[in-house]
């Protein structure tokens, strides 16, 4: 099946520094991805959408300045987080859809700790 | 009131048992995911359903979209199953997602 690759799993950073986190679609060009935040024991939060050679969309209430998406090809993603904050502290999961549009692929996540 | 409802929130089950999660919703949806999480945090896509039945393994995956509800069934159910099960419906391009259901199931 296909495969999402995310990268790194985890990530410890001081404040004040910048983490950036990768998606790949390994085995199929994803025109869309879309960039989740999780809090423990709460569901997936929508951050932004992202499409290959366009700007992001970003949901209400999430800053564009400090979580910046690129999606530079059809096959990478990357979420900067930047200026950490302790608050930032959190799980990071990617998802993919493939050209078809016929599923919803998922990264296996990026537990960042900003101390 | 959210717009996916998962029941129940948790659930225990010894090893063999079969289980149901249901998950109902209160929007139009071209599609409705079944999703599989464990503890480290991956989530791995079970099944994407817009009418019927789906069917692998020991997973079973059922919508009736006139009822906008959705169950989600595991026959024979084992220790390695345990982890959170999510739903998620899809009215456009985004998915919207219930808050989960926890399950253990003890050998």
């Known amino acids: 099946g296909a495969v999402v690759s995310q990268h790194p799993s985890r990530v410890i950073c001081k404040s004040g520094t910048s983490v950036k986190i990768e998606c790949r679609s390994l085995?199929?060009?994803?025109?869309?991805m879309f960039w989740y935040r999780q809090f423990p024991k709460q569901s997936l939060m929508l951050m932004a959408t992202s499409n290959e050679g366009s700007k992001a969309t970003y949901e209400q209430g999430v800053e564009k300045d400090k979580f910046l998406i690129n999606h530079a090809s059809l096959t990478l993603s990357t979420l900067t987080v930047t200026s950490a904050h302790p608050e930032d502290s959190s799980f990071y999961i990617c998802?993919?859809?493939?050209?078809?549009?016929?599923?919803?692929?998922f990264g296996q996540g990026t537990r960042l700790t900003v101390v | 009131k959210n717009e996916v409802e998962q029941s129940p929130q948790n659930l225990t089950a010894q090893e063999g048992e079969f289980i149901t999660i249901n998950c109902s919703y209160s929007v139009g949806i071209s599609a409705l995911h079944w999703l599989q999480q464990h503890p480290g945090g991956g989530i791995v896509s079970l099944f994407m359903?817009?009418?019927g039945k789906k069917k692998h393994g020991r997973l079973i995956a059922t919508i009736n979209i006139q009822e906008k509800h959705s169950s989600l069934h595991i026959t024979a159910s084992h220790p390695r199953d345990s982890a959170v099960y999510i739903c998620?419906?899809?009215?456009?391009?985004?998915?919207?997602f219930g808050t989960g259901t926890r399950l253990q199931v003890f050998p």
């Open positions: 085995d199929f060009q994803a025109t869309t």
């Open positions: 359903l817009s009418s």
């Open positions: 998802s993919a859809r493939d050209t078809r549009d016929t599923e919803a692929f």
């Open positions: 998620a419906v899809r009215p456009y391009y985004k998915l919207i």
